[in-house]
């Protein structure tokens, strides 16, 4: 099959460009930031222009992948809104005029929010309380839902909505990743939250799973069972830094810490765990690398600072 | 009905040596016979942590054992294995009832077992004590976790008063307030026994003569309960847990609150007798 890969320079997507190219799928990629020494053909495009489109028109792949949604919060808001809707759209119309059988958009599990009251385990009938809960994620919930509606707007058009559980492996790419990046990670005195993680490259697996079965459906794919984030930045080989909540957010930024938006709190106060067995029904999903791989892979790529003796 | 008090608990290696060492050894080892599926970093799926099962087992202990006297009847009554639902009255006006029957099956149950309550949310919201509750099994008092744990063939514990139970006042402590009916309806659904409690001695541990809802505001909390002598801290008295014969209800738990209500006053009427018997 031929497949586009729209994100393609992501840490995701370069693993699955191996992962189908191994498979024997003709595999091609669209992203701002450009390849160098990519394996497989790539356009140094943004999806929402006509350049973009016309790859689509030329190319007519088979099966469109979106890994495209940015994520960062450092990017102004009214941009990302632009990049996240305007791209998954893109993604969407293009696909369907020009032949796509199967898109895959890979959203967040952070999709469901973090909240005291929410169930631990989050299946794909949760409504999506990041709204109310990390408000600055509503770009990216609005993506996800709007990807959702495919389903029943093109009933042609087999849809995979994959909400994946944080990623970490030896790119530190990801939301997990740079927030595990420095020495020092701040957690919030008092609270040790789960946190749901994945090896990279069995997030690559998952994702082309989903394009060999044809998912049709709103899926949450996740890996081992979650461990406390107190033991996540102990076996990275950082240090967690306990603050109390009125510290906390006057000292993000500074002293070498990440800087967090306010609702991104809920994150390390609360869990934010997805309930993975539809997905795992649906492909036979098993995950191949465990939490400890996982952590000890993202550990070697980016060793702990030495501290003084 | 059989009795066992935690005195003729032998398990936890009293009266050796180095009392001590025996009895986090004995911790430890009970802890691995819980039937938990934890990983190699001591975890389980909800974030039970064996290190946390470990302190506050040991913590538990003593409370169990010699500043309460807790005595135990018709433990038996609780399957070694498989889902079930402990459901009781509560009694004292903070947790320390659920302490105690949690304290109970780990302690006094052979093999242990670990109760994981049904607990009101605003614990979820704290602090620390959010914390130590989810590491020690307890969860926000949700039907998706009610159901998910009785699927995964654990031991709940429930309150179906809720806090309103444990807001009761001294005189009042022998009396049940009003059952919701949601436990009845998971039970239903899991088809699961639900195993009657009654529990005595709580209300004497912590005798409230009132309840300060404005300080409970300012601290978080729904309420927080004022004694004789002011502070809320439990007095050494002697608890009770009366176990019951399982309860059995046929249906879906989609059935209409008035049918519902009956069953629920079932279960509401064997508590208290079972209250009564211990009173006796």
Redesign the interface.
């Given at each position: 099959m031929r497949v586009l890969l729209v994100g393609v320079s992501t840490a995701i997507g370069r693993l699955l460009v191996l992962e189908l190219s191994r498979a024997g799928h003709e595999v091609l990629g669209i992203d701002r930031r450009g390849w160098v020494d990519a394996p497989v053909p790539v356009f140094e495009l943004d999806v929402r222009t006509r350049a973009a489109e016309d790859v689509f028109r030329r190319t007519r792949p088979e099966v469109v992948v979106h890994l495209g949604t940015v994520a960062s919060l450092v990017m102004p808001g009214e941009e990302r809104y632009r990049i996240n809707l305007g791209g998954t759209r893109a993604v969407f119309d293009h696909g369907r005029a020009y032949g796509a059988r199967h898109v895959v958009f890979v959203g967040r599990h952070t999709y469901y929010g973090a909240s005291?009251?929410s169930?631990?385990?989050h299946t794909e009938d949760d409504p999506p309380m990041a709204l109310s809960t990390f408000p600055e994620l509503a770009d990216l919930v609005a993506a996800d839902l709007y990807a959702c509606t495919a389903l029943w707007r093109s009933p042609d058009l087999a849809t995979t909505v994959a909400r994946v559980c944080y990623t970490l492996g030896p790119s530190g790419q990801g939301t997990l990743g740079t927030f595990l990046k420095g020495a020092f990670v701040p957690t919030?005195?008092?609270?040790?939250p789960?946190f749901q993680f994945m090896h990279e490259r069995d997030v690559a697996r998952a994702i082309a799973l989903a394009i060999e079965r044809r998912l049709r459906g709103v899926f949450n794919v996740v890996g081992?069972?979650?461990?406390?984030l107190s033991?996540l930045i102990r076996?990275t080989g950082r240090r967690a830094i306990a603050l109390p909540?009125l510290v906390y957010a006057l000292a993000l930024g500074r002293f070498g810490l990440p800087k967090l938006q306010k609702g991104a709190l809920g994150h390390i106060r609360?869990?934010v765990i997805v309930d993975g067995s539809a997905f795992r029904m649906a492909t036979a999903f098993a995950y191949e690398l465990d939490?400890?791989t996982a952590m000890r892979d993202f550990r070697e790529a980016f060793p702990p600072p030495r501290r003084k003796e | 009905m059989s009795r066992s008090s935690p005195e003729s608990d032998a398990s936890l290696g009293r009266g050796e040596e180095n009392g001590h060492v025996a009895e986090t050894d004995a911790i430890d080892e009970r802890i691995s016979r819980l039937g938990i599926p934890f990983?190699?970093?001591g975890?389980?799926?909800?974030?039970i942590?064996k290190t946390y099962l470990r302190w506050g087992m040991r913590l538990l202990h003593p409370l169990y054992r010699s500043y309460f006297k807790v005595e135990t009847y018709g433990i038996e009554h609780v399957p070694p294995r498989g889902r079930a639902m402990l459901v009781g009255n509560h009694s004292g006006g903070f947790a320390l009832d659920a302490a105690m029957v949690l304290a109970a099956m780990f302690f006094s149950m052979d093999p242990p077992r670990l109760a994981q309550g049904m607990a009101d949310?605003f614990i979820?919201?704290?602090?620390?004590a959010?914390?130590w509750a989810s590491?020690m099994g307890q969860?926000?008092g949700?039907p998706?976790?009610c159901v998910?744990l009785l699927e995964d063939e654990r031991l709940l514990l429930v309150f179906p008063e809720g806090a309103r139970g444990t807001a009761k006042l001294y005189g009042d402590r022998y009396t049940l307030v009003t059952f919701g009916t949601g436990f009845l309806r998971q039970a239903l659904q899991t088809k699961t026994p639900i195993i009657p409690f009654g529990f005595l001695g709580g209300g004497e541990a912590l005798p409230t003569i009132a309840n300060s809802y404005t300080l409970g505001k300012i601290l978080g909390l729904p309420y927080v309960p004022i004694t004789p002598y002011g502070l809320p801290f439990p007095l050494p008295t002697r608890m009770q847990i009366r176990f019951g014969a399982p309860l059995s209800f046929e249906g879906t738990g989609s059935e209409e609150d008035a049918v519902l209500g009956a069953w629920v006053a079932e279960v509401k009427t064997r508590i208290a007798s079972l209250i009564e018997e211990g009173r006796a």
């Open positions: 005291h009251d169930p631990l385990y919030l005195l008092g609270y040790d789960l081992p069972p979650p461990l406390p033991i076996e909540e609360y869990p939490e400890a | 990983n190699e970093y975890i389980d799926p909800y974030g942590s949310k979820y919201r704290l602090p620390v959010s914390l590491r969860m926000t949700l998706e976790h998910r």
